[in-house]
């Protein structure tokens, strides 16, 4: 059993971190992919002009609602990180780092690459909005500037740990009613 505390939570040694927001993303993403189909096949059979073809169409157009809509699940552990998406799961060692970007516009993401060649694509906002995630990434990226492996990055890291921790601040002061 977890004692409560007001310092940031960590996973223990040995435990995964998870998206806590995953799961809201997917709930939504099949929402809107059931909102589209549903009212689509009800509309073209009322109309009287819904055909073997057509299902199939309204079908794939659903999928592709869902594969647009559904946010990739990001989970953590000491030493690494992993991105699946609805293909693929890419994995990265966060002790290992050689290389991390961010590209900024309309879809900001993070790059990380490791030493091995392996790279993972991620939302920024998901490691803001997930501080277990942060800590496993940030301890791990730490594990990599002190062995050296590092080398391009280490400012991107910097500001997007200032911003996390000033979000995190800001909570604290508003949830303490100090704001």
């Not at 509309?43 to 647009?68: F, P, S």
């Not at 516009?105 to 690459?113: D, E």
Request: proline content about 4%; charged content about 25%.
């Amino acid at each position: 059993m977890r004692r409560r505390t007001t310092r940031l939570p960590m996973a223990a040694p040995g435990e995964r971190a998870d998206d806590r927001h995953w799961r809201g993303g997917a709930r939504f993403a099949l929402w809107c992919v059931l909102a589209f189909y549903g009212p689509a096949m009800l509309l073209d059979r009322a109309e009287g002009t819904l055909t073997l073809q057509r299902a199939g169409l309204w079908t794939l157009l659903a999928a592709l609602i869902l594969v647009v809509l559904l946010p990739p699940r990001v989970t953590a552990g000491e030493g690494w990180l992993a991105v699946r998406g609805l293909v693929r799961k890419r994995r990265v060692r966060t002790d290992a780092l050689v290389e991390v970007r961010q590209h900024e516009g309309i879809s900001a993401h993070l790059l990380l690459r490791d030493a091995d060649g392996r790279w993972v694509e991620l939302d920024p906002r998901v490691l803001a909005a997930n501080p277990l995630l942060w800590h496993a990434v940030d301890a791990g990226a730490s594990r990599s500037r002190e062995r050296g492996t590092l080398r391009s990055g280490t400012d991107v890291l910097q500001r997007l740990s200032e911003r996390i921790d000033g979000a995190e601040a800001q909570a604290v002061f508003r949830a303490s009613g100090l704001e």
